[in-house]
């Protein structure tokens, strides 16, 4: 993928399920507790939940501006797995690391019940996620030792 206007498409859709998705975590976490939901944020970890919010339009708004510099990361992260890697991630890999998912959803970010495919574009994306990082941190190694 090239992109001449210097900025990276998204799509609109997965953002807003994403947004959506995060979002009601935070909430579910805040009912289960009978907390505040800005309290609950504030303990998320979400990058900006340091921020002190007003209301849940807010909260909505920080977590949908991460979501979406994730998306920007992943699809750089993609661009390089695909024209730089060789070694690409094996189907028993992404079995190992979907049945992780599976066994522990909320240690990923999901909620308790989480669908099988869900887990798995989840886990074939975070696994090409970091063996792109591997590939790039690899190469600036190499670089700075010449």
């Known amino acids: 993928m090239i992109v001449k206007s210097g900025k ?65 990361l992943s699809t750089i992260w993609n661009v390089i797995y695909e024209m730089k890697v060789e070694n690409k991630v094996t189907p028993e890999q992404i079995d190992l690391a979907t049945k992780e998912v599976m066994d522990n959803p909320k240690k990923f970010g999901f909620a308790q019940n989480v669908e099988e495919n869900q ?17 790039l941190f690899g190469n600036l190694k190499d670089k700075d030792k010449k």
């Open 119 to 135: 887990a798995r574009d989840f886990a074939a994306n975070t696994l090409k996620k970091q063996i792109a990082a591997q590939w």
């Open 8 to 72: 990276i498409p998204l799509v609109g859709d997965r953002v807003t399920q994403e947004t959506d998705r995060i979002f009601g975590l935070i909430r579910e976490d805040s009912d289960k507790q009978k907390r505040d939901i800005k309290e609950i944020f504030a303990i998320s970890g979400v990058p900006g939940s340091e921020k002190k919010v007003k209301d849940e339009m807010e909260i909505k708004t920080i977590v949908e501006d991460y979501v979406r510099n994730e998306f920007k």
